[in-house]
């Protein structure tokens, strides 16, 4: 799933029982973590009444983020204050409110569906292409003094806050709230639980403990931690609070001798207290900021709190600025960098997915071999049947994109259940999915096509799957970014004049969040500042969308990992890619004229690995096993 879904509720019950996420149909709202409706939103009475609260407070511009407070990348329902303002609810955006006019920027992910959705009030800025800005530079070119820009404090990073110079940005109550008043959704607070340590392979203590070795390091008082997966994993606790992502509202203080978990109590039962222990004290979650402006005043001069580059406006100033150091989150680092257990976790967890993945395509291949019609959201619950009998299974990590068609050129459409296309067998399917189970989290997509694809289609496809094996083969020094490989993905698309506007890969959570960072493959410079590790999770994910006609898309998840060369040039050591996705690449879209003979070796390998692993799990389903059978012959 790109760069980077349904309500999933988990059942309060002990942490020996079965706790899963049930099954929800509202798609229809503005929510399914930036996954299409297509439907355009009639905004004018939102944006009128935006701006007369605007004239009231002398307010000239009005910034509106997608996230949160927590800077989650895909909010709750009570936070999608952008998409309830512009109609747009894909992942990534911002809107931007003047007195006249109304500009939603976004990236290549969601021109598509933006144009859909977006309204008359709208003018849809699109980020990336020439001569289009950021919806910063903006700001500060075209919003400059006397003139004010209004936005909430907790929803503006401190970090990017520096950035506005000449800008009077004025932080105040949240506008968006004052208007959705009433209708809007109240704030989650789903039973939190415990994460076993045989599925997260370290106790939070002795998390607890080099996060204080760092703060030795650092000579700093505190560490607050604000993001939600940060947070969960900290303390191997996971919740139910944001859709798909198994996290719960909350914030964390380290000291250098205590912990503070700041969380509603209510959610918080006996068996959870008695896992965290002595070593962490609990805290009313909105009990933070009054506890953050208690800290402050009692620190000293040269004294120093780290906060991470996401950590809000208000988080800075409740502590005092001058008290602050804004850094990358030590915690986020840490997370990236799966241990042993976790990193089992995964390679099992994505074979039992594969079973999955399997047993679905086989059926919905006899299905439309039948005659049989059925939408692309009746796939999408067929497929999650699959995944719900698998053992470990807690949910789907995203909304599952089931499209088909001109909806696969959508790169992060998901279908409508009132109002979605029929699976065609003379158009390419493309299949976006994965499964949140206690030893890990999948992302996988495949494309397929159940009847005889052209000429043109598996040209293309053969250059994505081309760039796929390049990344999947790719071996480079310690030190190398995903900022830097990017290119290796795209070269063969490159060949034919193609491309795709979305990153090759981005962080895969445990157990926690789909899409996890700061680690990437991509040309977001951002990227750059984040050197690949032994233990890091990513997807590999090139694609190539034809708009109105069709899309395709390859992913895999891989785990970095050292690699052994014949020499290693300035000691620097040198790594690679350990894939742990077990799927068929859609064989009858192979142009094997296009493959090297190193290409043909690696897709008649990957298939007999997929075979080897996933083939054992499918007794009972001879549907099932044949379909797998003949995916994986050799080329």
């Keep these: 799933m790109m760069l980077f879904h349904a309500l999933r509720v988990f059942q309060h019950r002990l942490p020996s029982q079965s706790i899963h996420l049930s099954r929800s149909h509202s798609y229809r709202s503005l929510s399914t973590m930036g996954a299409v409706g297509t439907q355009t ?148 607070k789903n039973p939190v639980f415990g994460l076993d340590v045989r599925y997260a392979g370290q106790d939070h203590t002795s998390k607890l403990a080099r996060l204080r070795q760092e703060l030795e390091k650092q000579k700093a008082r505190a560490l607050v931690v604000t993001m939600l997966d940060e947070v969960a994993w900290l303390f191997n606790l996971r919740g139910a609070d944001i859709d798909f992502n198994p996290v719960f509202f909350g914030y964390a203080v380290i000291t250098t001798d205590n912990a503070f978990l700041f969380v509603d109590p209510v959610q918080v039962s006996q068996d959870v207290r008695s896992q965290l222990g002595q070593q962490v004290q609990l805290r009313p979650y909105d009990g933070f900021i009054p506890y953050l402006k208690e800290l402050g005043t009692d620190l000293q001069a040269g004294q120093k709190v780290l906060i991470g580059d996401k950590a809000s406006v208000a988080v800075a100033e409740a502590l005092g600025h001058a008290y602050v150091n804004i850094t990358r989150s030590p915690v986020a680092d840490l997370k990236t960098i799966k241990n042993g257990t976790e990193i089992e976790g995964f390679r099992a967890s994505h074979i039992r997915d594969g079973s999955a993945l399997v047993r679905y395509f086989a059926w919905l291949e006899e299905q439309l071999d039948k005659g049989v019609e059925l939408s692309e959201s009746q796939g999408a619950d067929q497929l999650e049947k699959f995944r719900s009998e698998l053992p470990l299974f807690k949910g789907l990590s995203f909304q599952t994109i089931s499209s088909t068609g001109p909806n696969a050129a959508i790169i992060h459409y998901a279908p409508d259940p009132n109002d979605c296309a029929i699976i065609q067998k003379d158009q390419i399917y493309l299949c976006d999915s994965g499964g949140q189970y206690l030893d890990g989290t999948t992302d996988v997509t495949r494309t397929l096509h159940f009847g005889t694809p052209t000429t043109e289609q598996r040209r293309a496809f053969t250059r994505v799957l081309q760039g796929h094996i390049a990344m999947d083969s790719a071996i480079f020094p310690n030190g190398t970014s995903g900022y830097i490989i990017d290119t290796w993905a795209r070269r063969y698309l490159w060949r034919d004049g193609l491309d795709y506007r979305h990153g090759t890969g981005h962080g895969v959570g445990h157990f926690l969040n789909v899409h996890e960072g700061p680690q990437g493959i991509g040309t977001r410079i951002a990227y750059n500042g984040t050197p690949l590790k032994p233990g890091m999770t990513v997807s590999n994910e090139p694609g190539y969308y034809a708009d109105g006609e069709y899309g395709i898309r390859i992913e895999n998840v891989v785990i970095v990992r050292e690699v052994q060369t014949p020499n290693n040039f300035g000691n620097k050591g040198f790594l690679g890619f350990e894939h742990v996705t077990t799927a068929p690449m859609g064989r009858n879209l192979i142009d094997e004229s296009l493959l090297s003979s190193d290409e043909r070796a690696w897709v008649d390998a990957y298939h007999k690995e997929v075979w080897e692993k996933v083939s054992p799990l499918l007794v009972g389903d001879e549907r099932a096993k044949a379909w797998l059978h003949r995916e994986c012959l050799p080329l």
């Design 41 to 188: 939103v009639d905004t004018t009475d939102r944006v009128v009444a935006l701006r007369k609260l605007m004239a009231e407070r002398n307010i000239d511009a009005y910034i509106v983020p997608s996230e949160d407070q927590h800077f989650s990348e895909y909010p709750a329902e009570c936070d999608k204050r952008r998409a309830f303002i512009s109609g747009f609810n894909g992942s990534a955006g911002t809107a931007i409110v003047t007195k006249e006019k109304a500009y939603l920027f976004t990236d290549g992910r969601y021109f598509l569906q933006a144009e859909q959705q977006l309204d008359k009030n709208w003018t849809l800025m699109k980020q990336g292409l020439p001569d289009v800005p950021t919806w910063q530079e903006f700001i500060t070119k075209n919003v400059t003094l006397p003139d004010h820009v209004g936005i909430d404090p907790e929803l503006i990073s401190a970090s990017d806050a520096k950035s506005f110079t000449g800008t009077d940005i004025s932080y105040s109550e949240n506008l968006v709230d004052l208007i959705w008043a009433t209708a809007r959704p109240a704030r989650p």
